[in-house]
């Protein structure tokens, strides 16, 4: 029953490194540029905090899928490539879409942090920049943690949707062996599997990292 | 002398105990023992207090009494029925007992007086209007009856606690039992709370009250039932536990307050 | 692919919005119906996973993480191709879409809800119980109404993104928005367009529930 994963393992094999390579990938750009957004909303005043909105509520009211579609099919006609290769698209799209929502938990954390920690902090003659750094951002970040596991969380899960614009990963090629070999039933569920798994592997260990640290987040 | 201090008013009348614990023991969902066959009786018209330190088990027994923990031996003898065998209505028990909570418990997303009809509304199916009717009159008797309309959140503690107090009242109770109703107060507030509780005790009201305030334990109190660990340590009219305490683990007891608070009520 | 060297076609983009609007209603009846079922079921979900029998607990534990942790549209086509060699039933694919969505949504919402009761302390359901109301009515009267504002912010984002997730649905040939966006360009080649238009039409319908969303957590949202 489950020789079908002995058969097509080439395609297995390759939809698991293009899936593990495509998470990685949108895990650093979408955390990386949704703490800078997030920061620069948060710190940045008015005129930043609502120009940068625009995009982020954008990306946050359209499907993924049509995000993906978009910047697959349409945005090489905006900047005339005609071509965009879907590994490309898919980091892109998705990375657009998670930084989009990091940056929102980012601002969030920020914001938690209570006024009277700041002029805790102030009070033993730190500059704004040294309250920021010691005193706000810490605590922050440690609050910040579990809503953006999940949201890494939700990344993988979506993955799944770079299938679309026929990026190899996982998703993908289980769809080719399943028209190939004609046993939907062993590849999809055992994916099922796979992406549970991934999934609660990551919940977990962002769980514990939290658990050990969650008492210094919460002032 | 010893004798004089230890009568016991309403047991030496003859009449049943309210209630009746007796040799009750109970543990928690995760193995904590927390009571160990303890035995006391209320009379009617008594008003009992339950002392001892943090963790001995007065709250775990007082909610007992209101059948909000499962006793796991000995029996709860309420209005003279065994309430520990199996076909009790739990809830008819709870109708006829009141309970007063150390963080007030109001009901935060319902106004003052609604809070104090919604017991009678729901569990007695009285009509609203009714019910309304007695909820006024019970906020006027704890001094509150302009802040019907408000929400809980806009009073202060004292305030909250004295509504509580009155929503337990709109039952019309056979026990009101109290679980340290002033430690959650500032100090100007508690004053406020016990006075409405001692109105309560002259009007004859039947009290099982948990407190750390000793003044109202002595002057208020008919007996007095010291714990220590899930235990009873001693128990009997407040005069004889805190002028004699006859045993170590009382007067260690006491020992510990009085370095607190530095006020023992002596006579 | 077409190569077109000349700019927007207006007239294209603008004549897109006609037979978008037809999906659009295709993707309100998902989101409606889905969430119609998803609510009783998600209630019944969370009350078995705070029932008092183990084992009942860790069953209904189970189905929720499964249907949380998994991707919605390897759910979707695990209903389209799996369930029938199952089960012998073949659904339509408008079906399909309900029953996958409809277990992934009732999972999410599950989740909500019991999280919203545990919220709430104890001695709350104590102080109802101990006036002489049944576990039914503390629950109606006391629990329920508390823990409402505290899962409304929730609530709301899990609508938002079911109402983000239909577009899946195109994978499967239900004809929603995103389905009729990718057969217009099709037979237009108006890619450009097209799939602006398309896009528009999702932020058309979805900016206003975002933002309702946005301002309930901002409303009601637990601080700290
Ligand atoms: N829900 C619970 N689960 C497990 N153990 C509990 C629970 N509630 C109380 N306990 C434990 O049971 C024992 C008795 O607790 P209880 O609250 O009755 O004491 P108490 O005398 O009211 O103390 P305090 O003066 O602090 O209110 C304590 O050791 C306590 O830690
Ligand atoms: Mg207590």
Redo the contacts with the bound molecule.
């Keep these: 029953m489950f020789d079908v994963f002995f058969d097509y393992r080439g395609l297995f094999i390759e939809g698991l490194l293009v899936t593990l390579q495509l998470n990685a990938i949108v895990v650093v750009l979408s955390v990386a540029g949704g703490a800078l957004i997030g920061v620069a909303r948060h710190y940045g005043g008015k005129i930043v905090r609502v120009v940068l909105g625009i995009p982020v509520d954008i990306l946050r009211s359209i499907p993924l899928l049509v995000v993906l579609i978009w910047v697959f099919f349409a945005s090489p006609m905006v900047f005339g490539t005609r071509y965009i290769d879907p590994f490309v698209a898919a980091v892109i799209g998705l990375s657009l879409t998670q930084g989009a929502y990091i940056s929102e938990i980012v601002r969030g954390g920020l914001a938690s942090v209570r006024s009277t920690q700041t002029r805790a902090g102030l009070a033993l003659g730190m500059t704004r920049t040294q309250v920021v750094t010691r005193v706000v951002a810490p605590q922050a970040l440690i609050r910040m943690l579990p809503p953006i596991g999940s949201q890494v969380a939700i990344g993988i899960k979506d993955s799944t949707l770079a299938s679309v614009i026929a990026v190899p990963e996982l998703f993908r090629q289980s769809q080719i062996v399943i028209g190939d070999s004609m046993q939907p039933f062993v590849v999809l569920t055992t994916l099922m599997v796979f992406y549970f798994v991934l999934v609660m592997i990551v919940v977990r260990l962002i769980d514990m990292l939290y658990t050990r640290v969650a008492a210094r987040g919460a002032s | 002398m010893t004798d004089s201090l230890d009568t016991r008013k309403m047991a030496m009348s003859g009449a049943e105990p309210l209630v009746l614990l007796d040799g009750i023991s109970h543990a ?3 193995g ?1 023992v ?1 009571l160990t066959e303890l035995s006391f009786a209320v009379h009617p018209g008594e008003v009992v207090c339950l002392l ?10 007082i909610r007992c009494v209101n059948m909000l923990e499962p006793v796991t031996a000995g029996r709860l003898v309420f209005e003279g029925i065994d309430v520990t065998a199996k076909d009790v209505n739990q809830v008819e028990v709870r109708k006829r007992v009141g309970m007063v909570f ?1 963080n007030f418990e109001l009901f935060p997303h319902m106004s003052v007086l609604k809070n104090v009809a919604i017991g009678p509304i729901v569990s007695l199916k009285r009509p609203k209007a009714e019910a309304y009717d007695l909820a006024r009159e019970l906020l006027a008797k704890v001094g509150l009856s302009d802040k019907g309309d408000v929400l809980p959140s806009q009073l202060s503690g004292g305030q909250q606690q004295r509504v509580a107090i009155a929503r337990a009242l709109a039952m019309q109770p056979d026990v009101m039992l109290f ?2 109703p002033t430690s959650a107060l500032d100090p100007e507030m508690v004053g406020e709370v016990l006075a409405v509780m001692r109105k309560l005790a002259e009007e004859g009201m039947t009290m099982v009250v ?1 407190t750390h305030e000793m003044r109202f334990a002595r002057n208020v109190a008919d007996w007095v039932v010291v ?1 220590e660990d ?1 235990r009873l340590v001693e128990e009997g009219t407040p005069e004889r536990i805190f002028e004699q305490p006859r045993m170590e683990r009382t007067r260690a007891f006491f020992g510990k307050l009085e370095e607190q608070d530095g006020v023992l009520p002596t006579g | 692919m077409i190569a077109r060297t000349v700019g927007f076609e207006w007239d294209a983009f603008g004549s897109s919005f006609a037979p978008l609007l037809e999906g659009a209603v295709m993707t309100v009846v998902l989101t409606v119906v889905v969430m119609l079922l998803s609510v009783p079921i998600g209630v019944g979900l969370a009350l078995l996973r705070l029932s008092r029998h183990k084992v009942v607990r860790a069953i209904a534990t189970g189905w929720v993480e499964v249907w949380r942790a998994t991707p919605v549209l390897l759910q979707l086509f695990w209903v389209f191709y799996v369930l029938p060699a199952l089960t012998g039933i073949t659904l339509s694919p408008f079906l399909v879409a309900i029953v996958a969505f409809t277990g992934h949504v009732s999972a999410f919402l599950s989740e909500t809800f019991r999280a919203g009761i545990a919220s709430i302390r104890p001695q709350q359901r104590q102080a109802a119980l101990s006036l002489g109301m049944t576990p039914a009515q503390s629950f109606i009267v006391v629990v329920g109404p508390q823990a409402w504002w505290r899962i409304l912010p929730a609530f709301a984002n899990t609508w938002v993104s079911l109402f983000k997730d239909t577009a899946l649905v195109s994978t499967i040939a239900v004809a929603d928005i995103s389905y009729i966006g990718l057969q217009l360009r099709q037979e237009t080649f108006m890619t450009l367009e097209v799939l602006t238009a398309m896009a528009l039409m999702y932020l058309a319908l979805g900016y206003p529930q975002a933002k309702l969303a946005d301002w309930l957590e901002r409303r009601f949202g637990v601080k700290e």
Excluded: I, L, R
């Design positions: 928690y969902p995760n904590k927390s001892g330190p943090s963790g001995s088990g007065k709250s775990t027994a150390q679980d340290e948990v714990m899930g």
